[in-house]
């Protein structure tokens, strides 16, 4: 099983829609958890943190369930600039040091 | 301010030649030292990483291996590469919190 887990899509939306993608991890141990975004051919960038209580960020919400070991993105008023993949990522501490564990990505299109 | 070099940002390699990508931080002392592979329409696979100067955990077995010579400097070798090492190469660093990035380096082994 791998230790997080997305569905790759693609999220195929018209601008202005809401789009949801969930993650799942399977460490409990998991510390701290973000989603990053990476467009094509690109380094991955932080797109924000994800905590117990949901945050949100602009036109951006995200959501943990440490119980279900769930992890959720919501977008809400798509852009054309949204398209990218989106990485699902946890923060796993280790006796060396703590390392990111990153998903496979789900692509997201929006289109006009 | 921190900031993170790697290079080169493309490299095309003939198969069972050498290999060495280099990456440097500045601005901050003792980051945490990590190189990732992504392979074409895949996710980041973390190979490598270091917290501190000649201390290197390895993730994956294969025919790569990292350095650490100086605190801010991470180097990925290879003795000879394969068709599969194949792939876009990233350097990150963290110190207590989120990762920064590299830009990467495409390569590709014909």
């Known amino acids: 099983r791998k230790e997080v887990e997305q569905d790759p899509g693609p999220f195929n939306v018209p601008e202005g829609a809401t789009v949801a993608f969930n993650c799942t991890y399977s460490?409990?141990?998991?510390?701290?958890f973000f989603w990053y975004r990476q467009d094509c051919r690109k380094e991955p960038k932080l797109l924000m943190s994800?905590?117990?209580s949901g945050n949100e960020d602009g036109r951006f919400t995200a959501q943990l369930n440490r119980a279900s070991q769930y992890i959720s993105l919501l977008i809400r008023d798509s852009k054309l600039s949204d398209s990218a993949t989106y990485l699902c990522?946890?923060?796993?501490?280790?006796?060396?040091?703590?390392?990111?564990?990153f998903g496979a990505g789900t692509i997201l299109r929006v289109k006009s | 301010s921190q900031t993170i070099h790697q290079w080169p940002a493309t490299l095309v390699q003939p198969v069972g030649s050498p290999l060495s990508l280099e990456c440097t931080v500045e601005?901050?002392?003792?980051?945490?030292l990590y190189w990732y592979r992504q392979a074409a329409g895949r996710g980041l696979q973390l190979l490598f990483y270091?917290?501190?100067?000649?201390?290197i955990s390895s993730e994956v077995p294969q025919n790569l291996s990292a350095s650490r010579p100086q605190d801010r400097q991470f180097i990925l070798s290879s003795k000879k590469l394969l068709l599969s090492d194949s792939g876009f190469y990233l350097c990150?660093?963290?110190?207590?919190?989120?990762?920064?990035f590299g830009s990467g380096t495409r390569l590709t082994v014909v």
């Open positions: 990150a660093w963290s110190r207590g919190g989120g990762y920064t």
């Open positions: 460490n409990s141990a998991s510390q701290s």
């Open positions: 994800v905590y117990s």
């Open positions: 990522v946890v923060n796993l501490w280790t006796e060396y040091g703590n390392k990111l564990v």
């Open positions: 601005g901050t002392s003792n980051p945490n």
């Open positions: 270091s917290v501190g100067i000649g201390q």
